[in-house]
């Protein structure tokens, strides 16, 4: 396709690419790395300390989850960077924005078309049929203006559960495989990866665990969650066994994910995608999970792993690990899940955008 001026917009929340585990800036990073490296004029609206290869316009000087130093709430950080865009817009063929829907309130001003990337569950503004009060006019209009923004979903669980039905595609999110070591022959464990809460669902893999007399290595920051971490479950916490190892970094993650027989995703919440499941196929470690949420259209039933529908099925599917092949893993992520096919895909919907053809 023809080369875009491109400005892609983050909330301020955290730094491109972030300290931490946020999925969100990590795929903005890999987003704008990729669109550049195509040659794409992109400039990326973010915090002064974030790194691309990309124009950066610091809009401010530190991510909010680590300094508040405006007085600023949610929704100014929020805003901060589309204000910045907006009075550039005439630089732009198109601004894709990563902020939530407030990017909607811009779709009359800018004289370029608005897309959204929504990365949180998503359900849209219901229509009314009649005006009834000052509350109905202003969710009229909010609802006309969300149509007029091109927005996509990152999967198509996500866009199934969202009342957007107008101007919508799905773009699954992508990896660096570079930064994704594959291991052959994992070691004697299994593994939880993600936030200790109850809807990633850490009670439920440690009674797994139990039931499958497994060992497990649970990873993952317990921060806010710790009264959860300390009745549902610690007490079954046992040395050499079911160890909690705390949260791990970029290295630890790459290994810990390698060395696992599979990974345990007993998802309690409709979670809009779900990396920890595509970087653990990319070392080549299967996942079992939980059939809600993207879950069945990331993992390959019988294939990658197995989608299951309750504790019992996943301590079977536990039993059979050893018949899933680890080459399907990796093969799976490299035609599915890389950056590559990410950005392919986002093309794509620059084009149909610019071409007013989405629908």
């Not at 039931?211 to 971490?229: E, M, P, Q, V």
């Not at 050893?322 to 919907?349: L, P, W």
Request: net charge positive; charged share 30%; aromatic share 10%.
């Amino acid at each position: 396709m023809k080369k875009l001026r491109i400005a892609q917009v983050v909330s301020l929340q955290e730094s491109v690419p972030p300290r931490g585990k946020n999925g969100l800036e990590f795929m903005v990073y890999y987003l704008t790395e990729e669109l550049v490296r195509r040659g794409h004029d992109v400039t990326l609206f973010a915090t002064k300390d974030s790194k691309t290869s990309a124009r950066l316009i610091p809009v401010v000087s530190y991510p909010a989850s680590r300094k508040y130093i405006y007085g600023w709430n949610s929704t100014n950080y929020a805003l901060a960077g589309m204000v910045k865009a907006y009075e550039m817009k005439d630089e732009f063929d198109i601004i894709h924005t990563h902020i939530g829907n407030t990017a909607y309130y811009f779709s009359d001003l800018a004289n370029v078309p608005i897309i959204e990337t929504i990365h949180s569950p998503a359900v849209g503004s219901k229509k009314t049929k009649r005006i009834r009060s000052a509350k109905d006019v202003y969710w009229l209009d909010a609802s006309r203006r969300s149509d007029s923004v091109h927005h996509v979903f990152v999967s198509n669980s996500q866009r199934d559960n969202s009342r957007l039905k107008k101007n919508v595609s799905v773009v699954h999110n992508g990896i660096d495989l570079d930064k994704f070591s594959f291991k052959k022959d994992p070691k004697d464990y299994f593994v939880y990866l993600g936030y200790i809460t109850e809807d990633k669902g850490a009670h439920i893999a440690v009674k797994v665990a139990k039931k499958a007399n497994i060992k497990l290595k649970l990873a993952g920051s317990c921060s806010g969650c710790k009264d959860y971490f300390k009745e549902k479950v610690k007490p079954y916490l046992k040395k050499g066994k079911i160890e909690y190892v705390g949260a791990v970094n970029p290295q630890e993650r790459n290994r810990l994910l390698g060395g696992a027989k599979a990974i345990l995703v007993p998802l309690q919440w409709e979670e809009p995608f779900g990396l920890v499941m595509i970087e653990a196929m990319a070392c080549g470690t299967p996942v079992i999970g939980f059939d809600r949420a993207a879950v069945s259209e990331i993992v390959e039933d019988g294939k990658t792993g197995y989608v299951v529908d309750s504790e019992k099925d996943m301590v079977r599917a536990i039993k059979k690990i050893g018949e899933i092949k680890r080459e399907n893993c990796r093969s799976h992520v490299e035609k599915y899940f890389t950056v590559q096919k990410m950005a392919d895909e986002y093309e794509k919907v620059y084009e149909k955008v610019l071409n007013n053809s989405i629908k």
